[in-house]
């Protein structure tokens, strides 16, 4: 499976944390590949840090030019526009993937 995130600029959000949590983590991808027997492929492409995935993608291409930048963030799955206008919830990544994923966060010291 192959997983791509578009985005106009990096953010703080828990749906990226989740994906970068997986992104990031090279244990979760073997443990995908012998739990799937398919290798679990990711990539995460930000404009602001380099255009050219973007350019380079015919797919990713065609949507900026009929939508403009409104079209990002946007997901691919498999080489196809997944969804767009915003990213993969972690339910969402969850069920896509078949594997449970919950984030922790630190609370502020009060």
Do not use: W
Not at 11 to 37: P, R, V
Not at 40 to 51: A, H, K, N, P
Not at 57 to 65: F, G, P
Not at 72 to 94: A, D, Q, Y
């Amino acid at each position: 499976m192959r997983i791509e995130y578009f985005m106009l600029k990096d953010q703080d959000s828990d749906e990226l944390a989740g994906f970068t949590a997986i992104h990031e983590n090279s244990a979760l991808k073997e443990f995908y590949q012998k739990k799937e027997k398919a290798v679990l492929e990711t990539q995460l492409y930000v404009m602001d840090q380099s255009i050219i995935p973007f350019l380079n993608d015919t797919d990713v291409l065609s949507l900026l030019q009929k939508e403009d930048l409104s079209c990002l963030p946007l997901v691919k799955v498999n080489g196809k526009i997944f969804v767009s206008k915003r990213l993969l919830s972690l339910h969402e990544l969850s069920a896509l993937l078949e594997i449970g994923i919950t984030l922790q966060k630190n609370s502020p010291l009060t």
